[in-house]
């Protein structure tokens, strides 16, 4: 009889006594295989309670092989299928190697197939397909190869299946892809791992037909396209994990519906687009890890991130998204690890998200650009054991009570704007220089490589204090200067509409050089007032008569003819008055003087008396063509005067010579251009 070296045999008939050395002992058994004498037991007529090894009373058959973690080795005998009772064979975490027996396939019993973790290598043989009671098959951890046995789906009764992390390979036909069709069959499958294999092409609807699916693992392969929109039929997920694949696209809004997710993993893909507020909404219930980590998603972490409220670990390291971190994190209490390194996040670490009854133990905010001081509350969270905010723009000094920390393992504040003295207890005695490097501004122990404190540098704090104030006062200094800038452009605003009025009510004469004033004879005027007709008369009055006319070019003029008979001295200074009025003037509804005509009056040799002339015209006004003709006239004698003078003064010009040279000297130096030149007017009422 080979020797059973199976530990502790016990037989119910005291005659068989089998003597056996410890289970330990099976790599030194007289048989090749350790298992081949169990071929032999399936015939036993009595009973047995074996260590590993469970008998079915009534039968006497072995029903039940759980052998974990035996260090068994060798291959696995193919006599297994002589046992036609078992229900359960579990080798899990040994070292047996070679091919899976396809005898297994005999085991008509068989419900659990567990070879996880051993050396086996080749196909998964397709015999398995004859085991139609096979709930859990789980042959992960080991050296298989080849394609997925369509026959497997044969096995309808099938929960569970895991293929994780083996060589299996090739193109399975069908529109299903790499998954068998008949995998859909599989109404009661529960759970599915085909994870770290090298499987292609695009994850198959029909997968998601298995409605009873909680565990989906299909990690670590190479699957591409969108994730598919029905997954949402999976409302019984609470496993998904599809990291380390090659999809693109968004996530799709119907995961939402994944209400009973504990566990979500979409990590190193080509996953884009914005992370849905509403997907995160839908999967609040979460209690073990969400990773959306190495992708290429965008724009802000939703606001929705605060209802995890039990979720452990959130990762969304490595993207692009940007924004601040929401303060809505405070409402993850359970969370213990937190990443959101290698993004572009900005502005302050929000201190809300900090409490002293976290139980946050990692955070990771290294290579973004936020800014700001240290949240002094970060020192509260006495769990926390691993803080990194590396590689940012984080200022200010580092709060002396992060030395208190005591489970505080690792602290990376390098390459920041930090200042100031640098704590020596706690975690800063056994700090790394790496970890404060990048900090130019730091001072502090030599065995951090960082300067010394002087006096100077001691000063940091004030110092920061005062860049503060220098600061606040710029912005006042600023703000001061552009008030006193609108006060100063207010006040000049004032002065010039102040000028402007006075000049409107006092203008300032014009003096040019020359005033080119149209000259009208009285012809001219009786014809465009058909002879001062009564027909064209427009206003009457004690003093004068108005009348309307059209000169030959058609200009329609005013004409006001003066009653001086009726004409006292009083009368004269009034008229004077109205005439420097109208002159000043500008309506559109006043017409503008275009000359004074008529008698100006004459004194008793027949020449005119300018003095009244002159008051009619005001002071600047003086009717000269030039000042040149008129000194030309003078040194030209009677000749030139004579085509100076008014036509119907001609006559008494040669008379009068030195009267009228005298009266142009007089009418030149009342007219001159520079005002300060010209004569006070007594000088001419005396002349």
């Not at 569970?160 to 193109?171: D, E």
């Not at 998200?353 to 976290?358: E, L, Q, R």
């Not at 006193?484 to 010039?496: D, E, G, P």
Request: overall charge negative; hydrophobic content about 40%; aromatic content about 4%.
């Amino acid at each position: 009889v080979a020797c059973c070296v199976l530990d502790g045999v016990q037989s119910a008939e005291p005659s068989l006594e089998i003597e056996v050395e410890a289970l330990v002992a099976f790599k030194n058994s007289v048989t090749s295989d350790p298992l081949d004498a169990l071929g032999d037991w399936s015939d036993a007529s009595h009973h047995c309670n074996w260590t590993g090894i469970a008998c079915n009373p009534s039968s006497s058959q072995v029903v039940s092989i759980s052998l974990m973690a035996k260090q068994l080795g060798g291959l696995i005998s193919p006599f297994l299928g002589n046992l036609s009772s078992l229900q359960v064979l579990d080798l899990t975490s040994n070292s047996f190697t070679g091919h899976i027996p396809p005898q297994l396939g005999l085991c008509s019993e068989l419900s659990e197939l567990i070879l996880y973790e051993n050396s086996l290598s080749g196909q998964i043989p397709s015999q398995l397909g004859y085991l139609r009671n096979l709930q859990t098959v789980d042959l992960g951890s080991n050296f298989l190869n080849g394609s997925i046995p369509e026959s497997l789906c044969n096995c309808t009764s099938l929960l569970a299946l895991g293929l994780i992390s083996n060589n299996l390979t090739g193109a399975i036909p069908s529109d299903i892809g790499l998954v068998p069709p008949e995998l859909s069959k599989l109404t009661l499958l529960q759970g599915i791992s085909l994870a770290d294999n090298a499987l292609e092409g695009e994850i198959p609807d029909k997968i998601f037909e298995l409605e009873q699916l909680t565990i989906l693992y299909l990690q670590n392969n190479k699957f591409i396209g969108h994730i598919p929109i029905a997954i949402s039929k999976l409302e019984s997920l609470m496993f998904l994990d599809l990291s380390r694949n090659k999809l693109n696209g968004t996530i799709p809004k119907s995961l939402a519906r994944l209400n009973n997710l504990l566990m979500l993993d979409l990590s190193h893909n080509h996953l884009r687009g914005s992370i849905p507020g509403s997907v995160i909404g839908g999967i609040r219930n979460m209690q073990i890890h969400l990773n959306l980590s190495h992708n290429s998603f965008t724009d802000s972490i939703p606001n929705e991130i605060g209802m995890l409220q039990m979720v452990q670990a959130i990762d969304i390291a490595n993207n692009n998204l940007s924004g601040s971190v929401p303060q809505t994190f405070k409402g993850c209490r359970g969370l213990s690890t937190l990443d959101l390194s290698g993004n572009m996040l900005s502005g302050q670490i929000p201190e809300e998200i900090f409490t002293p009854s976290d139980i946050l133990t990692s955070l990771n905010l290294s290579r973004n650009q936020l800014d700001g001081e240290l949240p002094k509350n970060l020192a509260s969270l006495m769990h926390l054991s691993s803080p990194d905010l590396s590689q940012n723009k984080v200022k200010g000094m580092i709060p002396q009570n992060f030395a208190n920390i005591s489970t505080l393992k690792h602290l990376n504040l390098s390459f920041n704007q930090l200042e100031g003295r640098v704590p020596e207890t706690g975690i800063f005695r056994n700090a790394s220089a790496t970890s404060l490097d990048g900090n130019p501004y730091l001072c502090g122990a030599n065995y951090l490589r960082l300067r010394p404190c002087s006096s100077k540098s001691q000063l940091t704090s004030s110092s920061r204090l005062s860049k503060k104030i220098v600061l606040i006062l710029a912005a006042l200094g600023t703000v001061a200067v552009i008030l006193i800038l609108v006060l100063a452009i207010s006040v000049l605003i004032r002065l010039i509409k102040k000028k402007t009025t006075t000049e409107i009510e006092n203008p300032v004469p014009e003096y040019p050089i020359a005033l080119a004033l149209k000259r009208f004879d009285q012809k001219d005027i009786e014809t465009a007032t058909d002879f001062f007709s009564e027909d064209n008369i427009v206003g009457v009055s004690s003093l004068s008569t108005v009348y309307k006319g059209r000169l030959e070019d058609g200009q329609i003029i005013a004409v006001k003819n003066l009653d001086f008979q009726q004409f006292s001295v009083e009368s004269d200074k009034c008229f004077i008055r109205e005439v420097k009025t109208l002159n000043l003037l500008r309506h559109r509804n006043l017409v503008k003087i275009l000359v004074m005509l008529g008698r100006l009056r004459y004194n008793s040799d027949g020449v005119p008396d300018q003095t009244k002339a002159d008051r009619t015209r005001g002071r600047g006004r003086a009717a000269n063509h030039s000042a040149s003709i008129s000194t030309e006239a003078l040194a030209a004698g009677i000749n030139s005067l004579l085509r100076l003078v008014d036509p119907h003064l001609a006559s008494k010009v040669s008379k009068q010579q030195e009267a009228v040279e005298e009266l142009l000297k007089l009418a030149l130096s009342c007219t001159c251009p520079v005002p300060e030149n010209r004569p006070e007017m007594d000088r001419p009422f005396q002349s």
